[in-house]
C-alpha cells in the first residue's frame, strides 16, 4: 500500500496534512506517535472506515477508493483494532470466521481453517468458547485469528500488545515474524513500546501533529530518537523513585486499608494485606497471575469472593457501592467497557462517580459546574479533545485513559487501584500518568498499580508484590529488587530467590 499526500479534516480540525507512507510486503513497518497526534485516523483511513479529505490510496499499484471496511477487507487489508470489537455472545470460532460468506460459521471447513492457523501462529485456542468467557489476553490473539481467517495480505495492528504480559507478547512477536518472513504478508504496527518498535520493524513513520516527522529504517534509529521525535523534544527518562522506602520504614506508615483472607473461587487463593497511608504497591506478574482478580475483589465486583476488606478499621459490605462511599477507586484494564459509559461526552463520564458535587441537593443536575469539571480535568491531564462535549469514543486510546482516571479525581478517594493505566499510552503521557500516582501518594492517598511494564513498577512503586496462579509468591522493596529478578519471579523460574518476605503482606 503506498499512501500520497493524505490529509483528512473534521471541520477546521485537521487530523492529518499531507501525509506520505508506503508499507511493503514481507515487511513490518512501525508507527508511533503521541495520542492524537494522527495515529487512529490513518488507521481508519487504511481499513476502510474514513474517506479521506484529499490525497490517494494506492493497493497494488492501482489507485482505490474504500466503500466501507468491509470493502477493504475483501481486498485484503485486515485491521486489529486497539479495542478488539469481537463478539462476546458468540464463540472463538464464530469470531474468527465472522466475516465469511456464507450462512455458517462452525463448519467442518471452518474448523480445519482454524486448526491451520493453529499451527501457523503456535498457539491453541479451544474454538467452542465463548468470547466473553476469555481474558483480554486471549481476546488479542481471537483477533490476530480473525485477521488471518479473512485471507489479508495486509494487516494493521494498532496496539497489539498493550494489554498483553510478556510471554504473551512474545507470542506476538513470533507471529508477526512468521508472517512477514515465513508469509510474505505487509504488517502495519502500531506501538507505544519503544522497545518492541526497535526489536520487531524494518521501518519506522512518527506522527505528530498529522504529519510524518520521522521517516527511517529502524536499523538506523535508537529509542531515544524515536523519543524526541514523538514529543518534539527530548525526554528525559524518569528515574526510579526516590522516595521508596525499606519494608521496615513502610511499618512505621498509619495503616490504611487491610485485607483479611480475601479470595475468590479458581481465581484468587487467601490473601492478606496491608496497605499503608502514601503508599504506593505495584502488583507484578503474567496475565492469569490472579492481578486484575484481586482488584476486582477489593472494589466489590467479584460477587463470589469471600473474606474482609477493612478500610480505615471499618469493614466494607462486598459491593461496589460500598467501596466507592468509603474512598477506593477502580481504573480497570479495559476503560471502554469497564471504566467509561462509551455513549457518553466527557464532561458526564468524568462527573459521575460525584455527581452530588455538581447537583443542587444531590437532585437536580447543574449542568455549568459539571462542564466546569470537565474543563478543569482537560486542563489538569493535558486531554486532548477540542471541548467537553467530545463523545471518549472519538478520543484515542490515552486521552480516554485519561479520562477514566480523572473522574476519580473530585471524588474524597483513600485508596486508588489502577490497572495496567498506562496500557497504550505514549511516553509522554505515560510519564504523566506516573507523576500523578506520586503526587496521590505525597497526597497521603494509598495506591496499588498492577503493571506488565516491570520498570514502570520500579518507577513509581515502594514495593512489589509479584503474583502467580492468584497467589502472592514474593515481596521486594523496590530498593532491593531489579526488573530481571521480577520477571524471574512471574514466570516461576527464580528458584531458592523466589522465597516470599512477608513482613507486610
Known amino acids: 500500500m503506498r499512501l500520497e499526500r493524505l490529509t483528512k479534516s473534521f471541520g477546521s480540525l485537521v487530523a492529518l496534512q499531507g501525509l506520505d507512507l508506503e508499507i511493503v510486503s514481507g515487511r513490518v513497518h512501525g508507527l508511533l506517535g503521541a495520542n492524537g497526534a494522527g495515529k487512529s485516523t490513518l488507521i481508519k483511513i487504511i481499513s476502510g472506515a474514513y474517506q479521506p479529505s484529499a490525497g490517494q490510496i494506492f493497493w497494488r499499484g492501482e489507485p482505490v477508493t474504500w466503500s466501507s471496511p468491509k470493502d477493504a477487507n475483501n481486498r485484503g487489508v485486515a485491521t486489529i483494532h486497539q479495542h478488539i470489537p469481537l463478539v462476546e455472545t458468540l464463540s472463538v470460532l464464530e469470531n474468527v470466521f465472522l466475516g465469511s460468506p456464507g450462512r455458517w460459521r462452525e463448519t467442518r471447513e471452518h474448523r480445519r481453517s482454524f486448526d491451520m492457523i493453529c499451527e501457523r501462529v503456535g498457539y491453541r485456542l479451544d474454538p467452542d468458547v465463548l468470547v466473553a468467557d476469555l481474558p483480554i489476553g486471549a481476546r488479542q490473539m481471537v483477533a490476530i485469528f480473525q485477521a488471518l481467517g479473512s485471507g489479508a495480505d495486509l494487516i494493521v495492528m494498532d496496539e497489539p500488545t498493550a494489554s498483553l504480559a510478556t510471554e504473551e507478547r512474545e507470542l506476538v512477536y513470533r507471529t508477526v515474524r512468521r508472517l512477514t518472513k515465513g508469509e510474505n504478508k505487509a504488517i502495519l504496527f502500531v506501538s507505544h513500546f519503544l522497545d518492541e518498535i526497535i526489536a520487531l520493524t524494518d521501518e519506522v513513520t ?300
Open 206 to 505: 512518527v506522527l505528530r501533529d498529522g504529519q510524518a516527522v520521522l521517516r527511517a529504517k529502524t536499523c538506523d534509529l535508537d529509542e531515544a530518537k524515536i523519543a524526541e521525535a514523538i514529543v518534539g523534544r527530548r525526554l528525559a527518562a524518569m528515574e526510579s523513585s526516590t522516595r521508596a522506602r525499606s519494608l521496615d520504614q513502610l511499618k512505621e506508615l498509619p495503616q490504611l486499608l487491610e485485607l483479611r483472607n480475601l479470595s475468590s473461587p479458581g481465581k484468587l487463593a487467601p490473601t492478606t494485606l496491608h496497605l499503608r497511608e502514601g503508599e504506593v504497591v505495584g502488583i507484578a506478574g503474567l496475565l492469569g497471575s490472579g492481578r486484575s482478580e484481586l482488584l476486582h475483589a477489593i472494589f466489590g465486583a467479584d460477587s463470589a469472593a469471600t473474606g474482609d476488606v477493612v478500610l480505615r478499621g471499618k469493614k466494607l459490605r462486598g459491593t461496589t457501592g460500598a467501596a466507592v462511599k468509603a474512598g477506593i477507586a477502580l481504573v480497570p484494564e479495559d476503560r471502554m467497557r469497564q471504566g467509561l459509559v462509551p455513549s457518553f461526552e466527557i464532561w458526564r463520564n468524568t462527573t459521575l462517580p460525584a455527581l452530588e458535587g455538581v447537583s443542587a441537593g444531590g437532585l437536580l443536575p447543574r449542568f455549568a459546574k459539571e462542564y466546569e469539571r470537565a474543563r478543569d480535568a482537560i486542563q489538569r491531564l493535558s486531554i486532548k479533545a477540542q471541548s467537553p462535549d467530545v463523545p471518549v469514543t472519538e478520543l484515542s486510546g490515552g486521552n480516554a485513559q485519561k479520562v477514566t482516571i480523572a473522574k476519580w479525581l473530585y471524588s474524597d478517594v483513600s485508596v486508588f487501584l489502577l490497572d495496567e493505566p498506562t496500557a497504550g499510552i505514549d511516553v509522554g503521557a505515560k510519564a504523566d500518568i506516573l507523576a500523578l500516582v506520586r503526587k496521590l501518594a505525597s497526597e497521603k492517598k494509598a495506591v496499588i498499580i498492577v503493571s506488565s511494564e516491570f520498570e514502570e513498577l520500579m518507577t513509581v512503586c515502594d514495593r512489589i508484590l509479584v503474583m502467580r496462579d492468584g497467589r502472592f509468591v514474593a515481596e521486594r522493596a523496590v530498593n532491593d529488587t531489579s526488573e530481571h529478578e521480577l520477571v524471574l519471579l512471574s514466570g516461576g523460574q527464580a528458584g531458592a530467590a523466589s522465597t516470599a518476605s512477608t513482613q507486610l503482606s
